[in-house]
């Protein structure tokens, strides 16, 4: 018989963590939850068993996914419960909106340090096992704003397009290791971290503008990132591995 392959999740406590978490749990693959506070990854997880996900394929990690500590914990649990860790999404993340004038210079710091150093040392915590096991899938989460430019997001846009950066370096590094590397890129998802983004005139605005120009109509779903985002840890995915995989309703097709 055939045990899945555990996936760590950072960031699987909510939005596109959470979906990739159900996605990944409804196929009966083990995840970690990684996420910053007890009490939010303990709702996810309560959240995927009352959805039908089988309790024992979900463990939890409370604490910052930028410290090596915690992610060294997540990778110990997944080895302890169920083997050694297959597949990590990256799916922390700090938006950083305002001007380049206007935004405090701490506010591009935490984001590049959750974004982009989190990032690196969650990809740094389970290497060494994907290597030794000459087997892992690795997915990033980036964002089309790491391509594209939009006004009053250069410092967001500046740690995922280093995301989309790293992901290729890292993949090159370690393609003939059995291990694949690739960066999701969402376009505009619906998602905890922006949903209080819509307030002022100015938000509304900025929100139309976006909707505007996605050509199908709609901001997107967690599920709808979390689609791909599967299909890329899958053991088949072998020969998929550097590029920016872009999940945007048409977004960057214009």
Same mark, same amino acid.
């Given at each position: 018989?055939?045990?899945?392959?555990?996936?760590?999740?950072?960031?699987?406590?909510?939005?596109?963590?959470?979906?990739?978490?159900?996605?990944?749990?409804?196929?009966?693959?083990?995840?970690?939850?990684?996420?910053?506070?007890?009490?939010?990854?303990?709702?996810?997880?309560?959240?995927?068993?009352?959805?039908?996900?089988?309790?024992?394929?979900?463990?939890?990690?409370?604490?910052?996914?930028?410290?090596?500590? =915690?992610? @060294?914990?997540? /990778?110990? $649990?997944?080895?302890?419960?169920? +083997? !050694? *860790?297959?597949?990590?999404?990256? #799916?922390?993340?700090?938006?950083?909106?305002?001007?380049?004038?206007?935004?405090?210079?701490?506010?591009?710091?935490?984001?590049?340090?959750?974004?982009?150093?989190?990032?690196?040392?969650?990809?740094?915590?389970?290497?060494?096992?994907?290597?030794?096991?000459?087997?892992?899938?690795?997915?990033?989460?980036?964002?089309?704003?790491?391509?594209?430019?939009?006004?009053?997001?250069?410092?967001?846009?500046?740690?995922?397009?280093?995301?989309?950066?790293?992901?290729?370096?890292?993949?090159?590094? =370690?393609? @003939?290791?059995? /291990?694949? $590397?690739?960066?999701?890129?969402? +376009? !505009? *998802?619906?998602?905890?971290?922006? #949903?209080?983004?819509?307030?002022?005139?100015?938000?509304?605005?900025?929100?139309?503008?976006?909707?505007?120009?996605?050509?199908?109509?709609?901001?997107?779903?967690?599920?709808?990132?979390?689609?791909?985002?599967?299909?890329?840890?899958?053991?088949?995915?072998?020969?998929?591995?550097?590029?920016?995989?872009?999940?945007?309703?048409?977004?960057?097709?214009?």
């Amino acid at each position: 018989m055939t045990v899945p392959r555990p996936v760590v999740v950072t960031g699987g406590t909510s939005g596109i963590g959470l979906a990739v978490a159900r996605r990944l749990v409804a196929g009966g693959r083990p995840v970690v939850l990684v996420g910053r506070d007890l009490r939010r990854a303990d709702e996810a997880r309560a959240q995927l068993v009352g959805s039908g996900a089988d309790a024992a394929t979900i463990a939890v990690v409370a604490g910052d996914t930028t410290d090596p500590d =915690v992610l @060294a914990r997540a /990778v110990a $649990v997944c080895a302890e419960r169920w +083997g !050694p *860790v297959a597949g990590l999404v990256t #799916a922390a993340g700090r938006l950083a909106r305002g001007s380049v004038t206007d935004l405090a210079v701490d506010e591009l710091r935490a984001a590049l340090e959750t974004n982009v150093v989190g990032t690196w040392l969650a990809v740094r915590a389970v290497l060494p096992t994907m290597v030794e096991q000459q087997h892992g899938r690795i997915v990033t989460i980036g964002s089309v704003l790491g391509s594209v430019g939009a006004a009053e997001r250069a410092a967001y846009a500046a740690t995922k397009g280093g995301v989309a950066a790293m992901t290729r370096s890292i993949a090159l590094e =370690v393609a @003939a290791d059995g /291990v694949t $590397v690739n960066c999701v890129a969402p +376009g !505009p *998802v619906r998602t905890p971290m922006n #949903a209080d983004q819509h307030g002022t005139a100015a938000d509304q605005a900025a929100e139309a503008a976006f909707t505007a120009a996605i050509p199908t109509g709609r901001w997107g779903a967690p599920d709808d990132v979390a689609h791909a985002v599967a299909e890329l840890l899958a053991s088949e995915a072998g020969w998929t591995t550097g590029p920016t995989v872009t999940v945007d309703g048409g977004y960057t097709a214009r």
